[in-house]
């Protein structure tokens, strides 16, 4: 059964940065693509990042440029960077096996104006 752990949410000032890991277990990582989404108040899960087994990425556009999806498979983690956060990033962030229906439990980000 496939688990994720997250962490490294946090609030941070406009124009801040913060990283969020995901570890995965009961899976080889390695051969997963992964993806990061998130959801903000009020709002619906929205797509953010995703990596692939081979290391290319892909990103929503309210975040490319700023945002970078990477993954370490010695350690079964993908890692979120996230650069000069805007208010509007503000969500609960969670990452995803593709193909899978497991959510990890999803760092809460707050970002201050």
């Known amino acids: 059964q496939v688990q994720l752990v997250e962490s490294g949410g946090g609030l941070v000032q406009a124009g801040g940065a913060l990283r969020l890991s995901c570890v995965a277990s009961g899976t080889i990582f390695s051969r997963k693509t992964m993806s990061w989404y998130r959801q903000g108040p009020g709002k619906e899960r929205e797509f953010v990042a995703r990596?692939?087994?081979?290391?290319?990425?892909f990103y929503a556009p309210s975040v490319e440029g700023r945002f970078t999806v990477s993954r370490d498979n010695s350690e079964n983690t993908m890692y979120l960077q996230m650069n000069s956060l805007k208010p509007d990033d503000t969500a609960v962030y969670y990452c995803t096996v593709l193909g899978t229906t497991t959510w990890g439990h999803g760092p809460p980000v707050t970002v201050s104006s």
């Open positions: 990596i692939w087994s081979a290391g290319n990425t």
